[in-house]
T-cell receptor
């Protein structure tokens, strides 16, 4: 399966701490994306990293990609209660036309 | 840019009934996708359109499922003879053509089959 797998499945931290989530995948990719989903809502695109990139930043988000290990990480710095959500990585299909999602990491930020 | 709109937000139906969901994508996006998500899982790909052409279908899309995008704008997903296992959140997403764009998702339609 090309589906990404996130680790850990659940993470609980105090507000202000950093949160790190990891994603592993099995086949070669062109792009990897991270999404956030609040309970009962659709997914929100956070960041896209291309296979020739190693690190990307967006605000308090930092994404790394190691294609040799077929893994990516999402770091959220100085977490806030509003960051409480599920986070998914998505890897593209061999055609590049669609993305496959993992089962997600459920993040709880305690105020 | 008004985002991706899905209707209805919730649908409760009796087993065996047919249901239809609608998705209005962002107008500039020529690609439209349907995903299904069950509790505690990530979204699973169902099908994808480029303009009005349905280019890929997952094996998850059984004969009871059909999707259309008649004029390359809005799309409908119909489930015939619903089963309890069809209960899920049905998500629509759109994006621009090209490999460097992410999806814009709608809020989804929550289907409950009783």
């Amino acid at each position: 399966s090309q589906q990404g797998e996130e680790d850990p499945q659940a993470l609980s931290i105090q507000e202000g701490e950093n949160a790190t989530m990891n994603c592993s995948y099995k086949t070669s990719i062109n792009n990897l994306q991270w999404y956030r989903q609040n309970s009962g809502r659709g997914l929100v695109h956070l960041i896209l990293i291309r296979s020739n990139e190693r690190e990307k930043h967006s605000g308090r988000l930092r994404v790394t990609l190691d294609t040799s290990k077929k893994s990516s990480s999402l770091l959220i710095t100085a977490s806030r209660a509003a960051d409480t959500a599920s986070y998914f990585c998505a890897t593209d299909s061999y055609t590049g036309n669609q993305f496959y999602f993992g089962t997600g990491t459920s993040l709880t930020v305690i105020p | 840019d008004t985002g991706v709109s899905q209707n209805p937000r919730h649908k409760i139906t009796k087993r065996g009934q047919n249901v239809t969901f609608r998705c209005d994508p962002i107008s500039e996006h020529n690609r439209l996708y349907w995903y299904r998500q069950t509790l505690g899982q990530g979204p699973e790909f169902l099908t994808y359109f480029q303009n009005e052409a349905q280019l890929e279908k997952s094996r998850l899309l059984s004969d009871r499922f059909s999707a259309e995008r008649p004029k390359g704008s809005f799309s409908t997903l119909e489930i015939q003879r619903t089963e309890q296992g069809d209960s899920a959140m049905y998500l629509c997403a759109s994006r621009r053509q090209g490999g460097n764009y992410g999806y814009t998702f709608g809020s989804g339609t929550r289907l409950t089959v009783v």
